[in-house]
């Protein structure tokens, strides 16, 4: 292949969707360290904890590698959030505090959307790494969303939906 998108996919430029996917990720990811932090504030559950540090972690990274690429292309990137101030579990009066079936669902809801919004920068985008990026991205959300529901599970906070849990026997003429 040969032109302007041809070649390495580094050097070829975004276009505007892929743009707003990069930004829109990195701006996104920023929010939502400031509320995994307010979380980890709140949680009690330890393995809740671990789970909210990796989204934590999982966050940093994709803010650092899209605002790396909006540099790239001599784009200014979403502003960062400022830090939370620390805060005890003890010190959140009970009728303000976040329960940990509440941000556990928190969670998982924003995983959910996080997927979403992963496969759709993935079809829009014409640039390969641009796209392999949001798939990784994708794959570690998944992967989360797995661990929290199998601890959604585990503890007895998963609220399912109605289940079908006996057919009815089809009436026979």
Known sequence: MTGILGGNPKEEPMHYGEIYAVWQASMAA???ISCYRAYMYHAGDSDLKKIIAA???QAELEISECDTL???????????MPNRPEAKLE???VGARFTDPEIAAMLAANLAAGLVACSQAMGQSIREDIGALFAKYHLTKAALGVKNLHLLKKKGWLIPPPLLVKRPEPVKA
């Open 30 to 32: 920023k929010g939502a």
């Open 70 to 80: 909006l540099s790239e292309q001599g784009l200014a990137s979403a502003p960062v």
């Open 55 to 57: 989204m934590i972690d």
């Open 91 to 93: 010190d959140i009066p």
